[in-house]
């Protein structure tokens, strides 16, 4: 399934952040966005799992479709990892652990809660949640934070099988994943800021 965005135009606390994104990521293709701290990477991925609208375009497929993976972990912490992701896999109507405990290397912490787990390792099983979703797009934002080598490592063949099944990814990373991209600079595609009024002048409405 591809990602296609068509003029789309995405903001930030009320602010125009991004405007004019048009661009399709083939099925079986992974996204690197590119861009200084504001430039509007976390802004997109935002908009594209539905958790703000766009102000303008459209994007295809919508949120159902997509996997959205940020810096909360979505764990909670009195549930082990195996009933974590069993919540987890409930929710998108799927039912097998198995595959997303390994691709993690989990099982040993399995039956741990997750209040109890390092930083890296919560980061580990947070992840994991991607391989229970069933959801054909992932969008990641920062997915490295808090892992070691390692981790890196099984998180990179984690997408790499996800694609790999035809699945997509768009990554907000600034790590090297070692895997085939396109890279986007989303500075091209920041949003002009509206004129500000003259000086010693405001529009009527503004003094209503």
């Known amino acids: 399934m591809d990602l296609t965005l068509t003029e789309l135009a995405c903001a930030r606390g009320g602010l125009p952040v991004l405007a004019g994104l048009t661009l399709s990521v083939r099925s079986g293709s992974i996204l690197v966005l590119r861009g200084p701290n504001g430039a509007g990477k976390t802004t997109l991925l935002r908009t594209l799992a539905g958790l703000q609208p766009p102000l303008a375009g459209r994007f295809a497929p919508g949120p159902e479709a997509i996997a959205y993976a940020a810096h909360a972990d979505g764990l909670k912490p009195t549930l082990t990892v195996a009933e974590n992701l069993r919540f987890w896999a409930a ?63 099984r998180f990179g063949a984690a997408v790499a099988a996800h694609v790999a099944a035809g699945g997509v990814a768009v990554i907000a990373t600034h790590i090297d994943l070692g895997l085939p991209a396109r890279a986007l600079d989303l500075t091209a595609f920041r949003a002009r800021a509206a004129p500000l009024p003259a000086a010693g002048g405001f529009p009527d409405e503004a003094l209503s």
């Open 91 to 153: 929710v998108f109507g799927t039912r097998d652990i198995g595959p997303a405990l390994a691709a993690f290397d989990l099982g040993a912490l399995a039956h741990r809660p997750a209040g109890e787990l390092s930083a890296g390792q919560r980061r580990r099983a947070g992840l994991a949640r991607l391989l229970v979703t069933g959801r054909p797009v992932w969008a990641l934002d920062e997915p490295t934070v808090s892992l070691d080598a390692a981790a890196v490592s």
